[in-house]
Every structure is written in structure tokens, then in C-alpha cells.
């Protein structure tokens, strides 16, 4: 991640989760999504804003809270990481498995993401 686009991991994370929407997420509800705790997607927020990645805006809908968008910057960075991030799970995840093998793998993924969803409190 750091080669492409000088982004960490947790960067790459919030900047996903920011640009799978049209514009933006409550600060709740982007934690949420992230299954972060709110003091540490505030700390790393506030390190992403520095950088000019993410801006804090007045919530749309008029309430409480902030709404957090994605910059320029942060589409930059996220456009440039994403295809060789996409590349590398490629090479050394996807590449590496037969057919077979990959059937297998989602069959094995849904199973535990459903026990995972099954389990939420």
C-alpha cells in the first residue's frame, strides 16, 4: 500500500468504505461500516484530514454529527492504489488456486461470514 499511493491499510479501508457510496458517511455510521470504535476512527480521521485525504462536513440530513468525505486528494490516492492493490490479492491469493480450489474457498468464506453475521450482538 505504501508504494501505490502512499496510503496505509487503514487508509485503504476508510477510503473504500468512503467511495463505495455517492458522498460520503455519518462518522457513525462509516466506524460502523468499518467495525472500528469511534475514538479510533477519530484519531485516524483526523490524521487522514491532515494529509488532505477526508474532510469532516456538517451532516447533511441536518443532525447530529459529522459527515465524512472523501477529497480529490483521497480519490487520487485511492485510484491510484486500488488497481495494484487489486493486482497483488490477485497474484498471491487468487493465481495460486485451481478452480476447483476457488470454489472451494467461497464456499468456505460464506460459510464463515455467514457464522460471523449469525453471531452479531
Known sequence: MQDCGNLS????????????????????????TVQWEWSRMSHHLRRMAKRGLVTREECPKGGRGAHVVVTPGGCAAIETAAPRHVATVRRLVIDPLSPEE?????????????RLEADRP
Not at 9 to 32: E, K, N, R, W
Open 9 to 32: 491499510i487503514t487508509d485503504y479501508v476508510v477510503l473504500v468504505a468512503l467511495t463505495d457510496g455517492p458522498d460520503g458517511l455519518h462518522f457513525q455510521d462509516l466506524a460502523s
Open 102 to 114: 476457488l470454489d472451494m474457498l467461497t464456499v468456505l468464506c460464506e460459510r464463515i461470514l455467514g
